[in-house]
């Protein structure tokens, strides 16, 4: 997806920046309402993550500027302001969905994905399936499939079979997992990364089948875009 962050804080920005990055998504950033409304009104994005205090012009008056002008790209508030009444002025000014601050980015792009989704045309692919060789995930649904059998999983195996599966064909590096899918550093030289790995690989690789989920020496993690 091609997003637009509109964030005036620059610790925040870099923040969610690299997230949407390391999830596959491009990301373009404004550092008030001024340039975050030009850029809104200006170029195609799939989402916008909109702050609410920003300088010049405040995140609702972007809103219910790009609403009036008939621009209804999904937008998602991410804010400090996280009262109900704050909230629910958020979304009846236009808003998709309203985050507090601070926030999950496994969170936060989940909730783009449930509000890009939302606008997907009758008739056009399933966005919410992810599929890679005879392996099959269903965003909604949340069952993993490899041909005809279901596979279950964990929480974190299934965050790290998405992210892997959204960046299939890539070297993944146990860096971008930990900080992607875990949401912190950890310890550089610990083995979650390998042991999470390990028993999803147990699960997708069974015997008899193609092996799917490749270690890279030295540089990380693969999932093959074929079964073979």
Not at 30 to 56: C, H, N, S, V
Not at 97 to 123: C, M, N, W
Not at 124 to 142: G, I
Not at 160 to 172: D, F, W
Request: aromatic fraction near 4%; include cysteine; charged fraction near 25%.
């Amino acid at each position: 997806m091609r997003l637009l962050l509109v964030e005036d804080q620059a610790d925040t920005a870099e923040f969610v920046l690299k997230a949407l990055r390391e999830a596959g998504h491009a990301a373009d950033c404004a550092q008030d309402g001024k340039e975050g409304l030009f850029l809104a009104t200006t170029e195609p994005y799939d989402a916008i993550i909109l702050d609410r205090m920003l300088p010049k012009v405040d995140g609702l008056t972007v809103l219910r500027t790009l609403r009036a002008s008939g621009i209804g790209v999904p937008v998602l508030i991410l804010s400090a302001l996280g009262e109900i009444d704050d909230r629910v002025e958020g979304l009846r000014a236009g808003s998709d969905d309203y985050l507090v601050k601070p926030f999950s980015t496994i969170e936060l792009i989940a909730r783009l994905d449930a509000i890009t989704r939302r606008q997907t045309p009758a008739g056009e692919p399933d966005s919410h399936m992810l599929r890679v060789a005879d392996l099959e995930l269903n965003r909604l649904s949340r069952v993993v499939k490899r041909g005809s059998r279901v596979i279950e999983l964990q929480q974190r195996e299934y965050q790290l079979l998405e992210y892997l599966m959204r960046h299939a064909g890539q070297v993944v590096t146990r860096t971008m997992l930990l900080e992607s899918v875990w949401d912190y550093h950890f310890d550089p030289g610990t083995n979650v990364i390998d042991v999470h790995v390990s028993k999803l690989r147990a699960k997708i690789d069974q015997a008899g089948l193609p092996s799917l989920l490749q270690t890279v020496r030295g540089a990380g993690y693969r999932l093959a875009l074929a079964d073979h």
